[in-house]
């Protein structure tokens, strides 16, 4: 069985934005456009095909990223039905609310770009910036599209403004819109100098036409800032345009595809998909501008065998390997684990090596996702994104590979939860079904965390946010038929240390028989942020909360029992001290000690270890850390001044306001503790006409008075 779609001809984005700038709306307009389906689903409707969910459609948000595969000719190809013409997208709908970031995050590693939509009265919001960073982390190349130009107090200006001042300076205009807000008709293309109108019901005709007067000298100016960031790119072409020859259409648009795939410039594109105006044009820009995975550099792994770095180019003739990226439970076909294939091919039926686990597994089926619709396929081939079913063993970020070629593939880091609750169930029957639900919860979600109070032996469960623990708990109900009581959300705090100290820890035992010897000495300071070109000591384990370093000279405590220290010191700070949360950001050095010929063990060791451990962390005065969120509230003017009051009354420190469309946003830093059921008191403090988001940004020493609270509560 041979490839249907040369690589080329193979595109891989994702679609990425803030909640609500109209991310799904923009979906199933392509969706629309690509024949993939015949009537256009509505967020506001509950009708959508990449929200399949009860829960998204139910809150009108999405969940979970939808891998969907469809088929798009440019706009003005004369014969839509030619194959030839034909482009495969592989796209990938990511949610845009902050409780899901693990979903753009992971999407980022399996794609080859992005189109990001901003929304035409708002510009840049917080969640764009994060999945923007996400982006650059991940090099993955981008489109701008703005997005909702129909609404009242829209200005492509103003967004675009705020696209250059906050997220980059490389970005372009390529259009203009032709009217705003309800006179809104249609789009001016910078570079072929052509107007573009969209009529019909659903705007599927694309007439195009004359640069309206008015449009002229403005087009004109914006054009030839276009042609100047463009010919940046290539010192023969500069030379020629300041000569006055400007380049041709073919040179000018391959010089703009090989900068945007270096991510040097971002172009920006505009219209409303609600309106059905736009949308045509981005997908052209998808085709023309963003990479095939012929023009993503080869992807690299390490060779578990040597430990050396090796790569794998995007072709089929190399050894198999893949990534998984998701794992999603399917009403329909059970477990199903979506996976990108970086190189070679696989047939069902074949048996997968997993690199990460050291385990095989059979393929049974391999399926496409056309939204939730299925497609079975026999064969992959390098390039393309599709679903296994029945994957026991793999889990997200693992590798998939050729057993005869292994390779392990980079794991996607996920950010650790800050908030969490108990959980209990209500009866005998559902404690059975509850594990299984978890289970099942925390494969799809790797920041979803189940674990147990080992005081109380209650259960915890942890996550991003509330919002994102209420969709867990409410999919046990739905999904598992779990029947269970939550408590009170609570904050994930950690405990770390602000001095150097010393301490050392002796545990001997002496009873009838063989008796028990360890002594350890231990260094203990605050953690430096890593530094990324610090070679790290053979002698050093390094993360990024936690370095052990072993200064034993002349084998005064003997090679075998080191581990065994280390092993004590983890156990202790996973325990906590000052009120029994895991502590972060300690520098551990074991630098001294002494054994016994007969009495000395690793379980002695491990005692010493900790024991040495807490005395050394009650001289170096440990604090309690809370997570401190970035939070952004928009707001009519009006109640501007009991916003910024109930912001500051919650420990709040205000960073700043800015004006968007009529309304202000204001930005503020804030405890997580304090904002908990925060949706409720903004509501009633502005007639229901504010909203707010807030995302994790960093641990912050908590003051005295309140420490002593917390610390009094968990006696």
């Avoid at 000719?73 to 030619?82: F, L």
């Avoid at 910078?190 to 694309?206: D, I, N, Q």
């Avoid at 301490?503 to 002496?510: D, L, P, S």
């Avoid at 092993?567 to 016994?596: N, P, W």
């Amino acid at each position: 069985m041979n490839r249907d779609y040369p690589l080329e001809k193979l595109r891989n984005f994702g679609i990425i934005a803030h909640i609500d700038a109209g991310k799904t709306t923009t979906s199933e307009r392509v969706l629309y456009y690509t024949g993939s389906q015949h009537k256009i689903g509505e967020v506001h409707e509950g009708e959508t095909t990449t929200d399949w969910m009860e829960q998204e459609r139910e809150r009108g948000i999405t969940i979970t990223a939808a891998a969907i595969t469809c088929f798009w000719t440019r706009t003005n190809e004369p014969d839509k039905k030619d194959l030839a013409k034909k482009y495969r997208f592989n796209i990938i709908d990511t949610p845009g609310h902050i409780d899901f970031t693990v979903e753009v995050k992971r999407s980022m590693r399996v794609l080859d770009g992005a189109v990001v939509v901003f929304d035409g009265v708002a510009g840049v919001e917080p969640q764009s910036e994060t999945n923007w960073r996400y982006a650059d982390e991940a090099n993955v190349p981008r489109i701008c599209f703005i997005n909702k130009m129909d609404r009242m107090g829209a200005s492509f200006e103003k967004s675009y403004a705020s696209i250059l001042d906050r997220l980059t300076k490389k970005a372009v205009r390529m259009q203009l819109p032709i009217g705003a807000e309800e006179n809104f008709e249609g789009v001016v293309d910078l570079l072929s100098m052509k107007a573009y109108r969209f009529e019909g019901a659903m705007g599927e005709t694309v007439v195009e036409g004359e640069v309206p007067e008015g449009l002229k000298e403005e087009a004109a100016k914006y054009r030839a800032e276009l042609i100047e960031k463009i010919v940046e790119h290539d010192d023969d072409m500069m030379t020629s345009y300041l000569d006055g020859k400007e380049p041709s259409m073919p040179d000018l648009k391959a010089l703009l595809r090989k900068a945007i795939i270096a991510n040097q410039i971002f172009p920006v594109y505009t219209g409303s998909a609600l309106k059905n105006k736009g949308v045509q044009l981005v997908l052209d820009a998808v085709v023309d501008y963003l990479p095939s995975p012929l023009d993503m550099p080869p992807i690299k792994g390490i060779d578990p065998k040597t430990g050396k770095e090796i790569e794998r180019h995007a072709s089929d003739e190399e050894p198999f390997t893949a990534l998984a990226f998701k794992l999603q439970s399917d009403p329909f076909v059970g477990q199903l684990t979506f996976f990108r294939v970086y190189s070679g091919t696989i047939e069902a039926g074949s048996y997968l090596y997993n690199s990460t686990t050291g385990s095989k597994e059979r393929l049974g089926r391999i399926v496409r996702l056309q939204a939730d619709q299925r497609e079975e396929v026999k064969k992959v081939f390098a390039g393309e994104i599709a679903a296994a079913v029945g994957l026991k063993d793999t889990k997200t970020s693992h590798t998939l590979c050729d057993e005869q070629h292994p390779i392990i593939l980079e794991q996607i880091k996920f950010p650790e939860p800050v908030i969490s609750l108990r959980i209990e169930p209500k009866t005998k029957a559902d404690q059975e079904k509850m594990g299984m639900a978890m289970k099942k919860l925390a494969d799809e979600d790797p920041t979803f965390k189940v674990s147990t109070d080992t005081e109380t032996m209650e259960t915890l469960i942890s996550g991003m946010g509330e919002l994102h623990l209420e969709i867990l708990v409410d999919r046990m109900k739905r999904e598992f038929g779990v029947e269970a009581n939550v408590g009170k959300p609570q904050v994930a705090y950690r405990e770390t240390i602000t001095q150097q100290a010393e301490a050392e820890g002796k545990y001997i035992k002496q009873t009838g028989g063989r008796g028990q010897y360890g002594h350890v000495r231990l260094r203990l300071k605050p953690l430096e942020p890593i530094n990324p070109d610090k070679k790290i000591a053979k002698n050093v384990t390094r993360e990024e909360h936690f370095e052990f370093i072993n200064s034993i000279k002349g084998g005064v405590v003997p090679a075998e029992f080191i581990a065994p220290v280390e092993k004590g010191v983890r156990e202790a700070m996973e325990r906590g001290f000052v009120a029994g949360f895991k502590m972060v950001d300690i520098s551990c050095e074991l630098y001294d000690g002494s054994y016994h010929d007969v009495d000395s063990s690793e379980i002695a060791f491990k005692i010493a270890a900790s024991m040495g451990f807490q005395e050394a962390v009650r001289q170096a005065k440990p604090v309690l850390l809370e997570p401190i969120m970035r939070v952004e509230v928009v707001v009519p003017e009006k109640f501007m001044g009991d916003i910024t009051g109930s912001l500051n009354s919650k420990r709040g420190h205000i960073e700043g306001t800015e004006e968007r469309g009529l309304a202000r946003a204001i930005k503020a830093k804030v405890p997580l503790s304090e904002m908990f059921g925060y949706t409720t008191a903004l509501r009633s403090m502005t007639e229901g006409r504010a909203s707010f988001s807030m995302e994790f940004d960093h641990y912050e020493v908590v003051p005295p008075n309140v420490a002593a609270t917390i610390i009094a509560g968990r006696k």
